[in-house]
């Protein structure tokens, strides 16, 4: 069974959540339990190998339009990795429209997060498009 790039977006969440919390995490081990029966999809490997790469300079890109009176630290990790997610497709990912892009990001902030976390991807991802 395949799976909407919408779940596959999903799993990579997961998957970049895990790692941030447990650098040691095994990916493979990751994507073997987060497909169970499904087929292991080309766009879930590129996400996550693609943001695992080049995640401190995802991060670098987003800093730039906090407050003043935030840090990285402050932003729960759910909000991270979904901006981390919004801003690789943005940059990276000339396939994928910029307002899908945010728009996933908000969702996967808000699925796995709350729809605070939604609003404040939202409103930092917004910066990044036309």
Known sequence: ????????????????????????????????TL??????????????EGVFAVHKELDE?????????????RIPKTSIIALRIGIYEIKKRIDIPNKVAVDQATILAET???????RFVNGVLANFID
């Open 35 to 48: 497909f169970e029966h499904n087929a292991v999809d080309d766009y879930y490997n590129q996400l996550v």
């Open 61 to 73: 890109e987003y800093t730039s339009f906090l407050k003043d009176d935030w840090s990285i630290e």
């Open 112 to 118: 796995f997060g709350d729809s605070s976390d939604g």
């Open 1 to 32: 069974m395949s799976l909407t790039r919408q779940q596959v977006r999903e799993r990579a969440f997961q998957a970049l959540f895990a790692v941030e919390i447990n650098s040691e995490q095994d990916r493979n081990l990751l994507r073997i």
